[in-house]
């Protein structure tokens, strides 16, 4: 089992930025990579980004690219997601979720087995 908190989220202007976090206990953090997405309203989980067991890999989507960092310490079991020039768009609740691989970045969200609780991210326009 893996305990996942996130925090960080908030109202923002458009053109701002948050630092979300992603807080891990229980199973081996280290060990696995970790996933990024996002929920609005009436839309599905959409993929926001991803990093491997010793970030030496990541993943964006590109509606992201170039704005979003995601990056982790695994001494302190937490990872990160930096978000710049933040847009309308991008509001939504964001999750943070622990895959079953170290290193294969997946994009579906199906295949991540442990979830964070959200927080939620407003951008105003």
């Known amino acids: 089992q893996v305990q996942l908190v996130e925090s960080g989220g908030g109202l923002v202007q458009a053109g701002g930025s948050l630092r979300l976090s992603c807080a891990a206990s229980?199973?081996?953090?280290?060990?696995?990579?970790m996933g990024w997405f996002r929920q609005a309203p009436g839309k599905e989980r959409e993929f926001v980004a991803a990093?491997?067991?010793?970030?030496?890999?990541?993943s964006y989507a590109d509606s992201v690219k170039g704005r979003f960092t995601i990056s982790r310490d695994n001494a302190k079991n937490t990872v990160y997601l930096q978000m710049n020039s933040l847009k309308f768009e991008d509001t939504a609740v964001y999750y943070c979720?622990?895959?079953?691989?170290?290193?294969?970045?997946?994009?579906?969200?199906?295949?991540?087995?442990?979830w964070g609780q959200g927080t939620q991210v407003t951008v105003s326009s």
């Open positions: 990093i491997s067991w010793n970030g030496g890999s990541t």
């Open positions: 229980g199973r081996t953090f280290s060990t696995y990579a």
């Open positions: 979720a622990q895959a079953p691989t170290q290193s294969w970045l997946y994009r579906n969200p199906r295949e991540y087995g442990y």
